[in-house]
């Protein structure tokens, strides 16, 4: 991985200051309106379902960023939320260590897709900054919009308005 732990968790706490204001767009992160990567072949670990022609939520994360773990449960309430849509939600995880992703995943049983990408090939194709991190893709395949850092307490609406006009186009 490009980016070290240690300079990722520098980031997540700002993130979490930074985010205090609302959404942060973080600038040098993949462009609105660029090609997505292919998860398939980022060499994750773990299963991905059927992403075609579905809206796609990557939250980028790690057991070590605080404002990550914060936000993972509004994850799971989108995907009870959307559950029937055409939408699907992916949770990255950025540990290296196994043993503790593993361990936090199973605590917690999340409804939605988790995989680990331990070597950071995604978060460093995507350029991400600071975490956590998502991005939203359309059905298209192409980036919807960029979150970086702590989402806030009005994050789920935002998200889940965002999620209604992608699946209306």
């Given at each position: 991985?490009?980016?070290?732990?240690?300079?990722?968790?520098?980031?997540?706490?700002?993130?979490?200051?930074?985010?205090?204001?609302?959404?942060?767009?973080?600038?040098?992160?993949?462009?609105?309106?660029?090609?997505?990567?292919?998860?398939?072949?980022?060499g994750l670990e773990g299963s991905l379902p059927d992403l075609k022609g579905?809206?796609?939520?990557?939250?980028?994360?790690?057991?070590?960023?605080?404002?990550?773990?914060?936000?993972?449960?509004?994850?799971?309430?989108?995907?009870?939320?959307?559950?029937?849509?055409?939408?699907?939600?992916?949770?990255?995880?950025?540990?290296?260590?196994?043993?503790?992703?593993?361990?936090?995943?199973?605590?917690?049983?999340?409804?939605?897709?988790?995989?680990?990408?331990?070597?950071?090939?995604?978060?460093?194709?995507?350029?991400?900054?600071?975490?956590?991190?998502?991005?939203?893709?359309?059905?298209?395949?192409?980036?919807?919009?960029?979150?970086?850092?702590?989402?806030?307490?009005?994050?789920?609406?935002?998200?889940?308005?965002?999620?209604?006009g992608l699946l209306k186009k």
């Open positions: 991985m490009n980016t070290s732990r240690r300079s990722f968790g520098l980031r997540c706490l700002a993130g979490a200051f930074l985010g205090t204001m609302g959404w942060v767009h973080a600038a040098g992160l993949v462009q609105t309106g660029a090609e997505f990567p292919d998860l398939a072949k980022a579905k809206v796609l939520v990557v939250d980028l994360w790690a057991t070590w960023c605080a404002p990550c773990k914060k936000a993972l449960p509004m994850y799971a309430d989108l995907h009870k939320d959307f559950a029937g849509k055409d939408v699907v939600i992916v949770a990255v995880s950025l540990d290296e260590d196994r043993k503790a992703y593993e361990a936090f995943v199973k605590k917690n049983g999340f409804p939605f897709t988790v995989v680990r990408d331990p070597k950071g090939k995604l978060a460093d194709a995507l350029g991400v900054q600071e975490m956590p991190t998502s991005v939203v893709v359309g059905k298209d395949g192409k980036v919807a919009s960029v979150h970086s850092g702590s989402m806030g307490d009005k994050a789920k609406a935002k998200l889940a308005a965002e999620l209604d």
